[in-house]
């Protein structure tokens, strides 16, 4: 089989998020929540250097997901790219370090890395002009789909496209409702603007035609399992699509298409 697109992450979950994907001989981060050494490290461990990433892309500027962006392109001189609303945040938030002359998008461009396009679709989680992504080389589509915020008008549409996709799967709502988070957080997770529930992930991925495997991702420490979110999304999918967790504190599997 000619594998063409390949998808790992480095970790996932509100602790950090990082993801490696590669199509059309294009490398690429999506977000940069771990520091440099973890990056470099995890991306040794399944055969990648470094120094031969050619773009971080940033999603949003919650922390667990920008932190370190600094970091990487000062100490491997990673080119990081974001929308002009992320980075008007995180330059507000001087903890989050500084991001110097990054690459500006908007939510809906398409950015193009050799033969290989990034399309970043507008979310409606709660941070300014946060995007999630779609990988495309021609032949296959990758979707990288996290802290999305709410099953929006046309995501449905953009899943059915895919052939994998990485998607948040955040929470089950009987434990969030009976935990012991303040209930202004319970509601703000429950919201349009907060996260995807087990539930919410596994009905966007029904009847998607092309898709070969889903990666579930974003799982909350407090408010879900992987044992939990796995037999919502069997419950409502069946058994015939592969579905793999994200670590929430190592490297997946790589997944190939």
């Not at 992320?86 to 033969?115: R, S, W």
């Not at 679709?121 to 990288?144: K, Q, S, Y």
Request: overall charge negative.
């Amino acid at each position: 089989m000619n594998v063409k697109v390949r998808f790992a992450s480095l970790q996932s979950g509100s602790n950090g998020n990082c993801l490696f994907a590669e199509a059309g001989g294009v490398r690429l981060l999506f977000d940069a929540g771990l520091t440099g050494i973890q990056t470099k490290q995890r991306l040794e461990s399944i055969g990648i250097d470094i120094e031969t990433i050619q773009a971080v892309i940033i999603s949003h500027a919650h922390s667990d997901h920008v932190y370190y962006a600094g970091v990487l392109q000062r100490q491997y001189n990673l080119p990081i790219w974001m929308t002009t609303g992320t980075y008007h945040k995180i330059c507000d938030t001087k903890k989050l370090g500084c991001v110097a002359e990054p690459m500006l998008f908007n939510g809906g461009d398409t950015l193009q890395f050799g033969e290989t396009r990034v399309e970043t679709i507008p979310t409606t989680h709660d941070a300014p002009e946060g995007v999630c992504f779609v990988v495309d080389n021609d032949a296959i589509r990758l979707g990288v789909m996290s802290d999305l915020g709410s099953r929006f008008l046309g995501l449905k549409e953009i899943i059915e496209t895919l052939d994998g996709v990485y998607i948040e799967s955040n929470y089950d709502p009987d434990m969030l409702i009976n935990g012991f988070y303040p209930e202004d957080l319970k509601r703000r997770i429950q919201s349009d603007q907060g996260h995807l529930s087990n539930g919410d992930a596994a009905e966007l991925l029904l009847r998607s035609p092309r898709l070969r495997w889903a990666c579930l991702g974003h799982l909350s420490s407090r408010n879900n399992s992987p044992e939990i979110a796995l037999t919502t999304h069997r419950s409502i999918l069946g058994e015939s699509l592969p579905i793999y967790i994200a670590p929430r504190f190592d490297v997946s599997d790589i997944l190939e298409l």
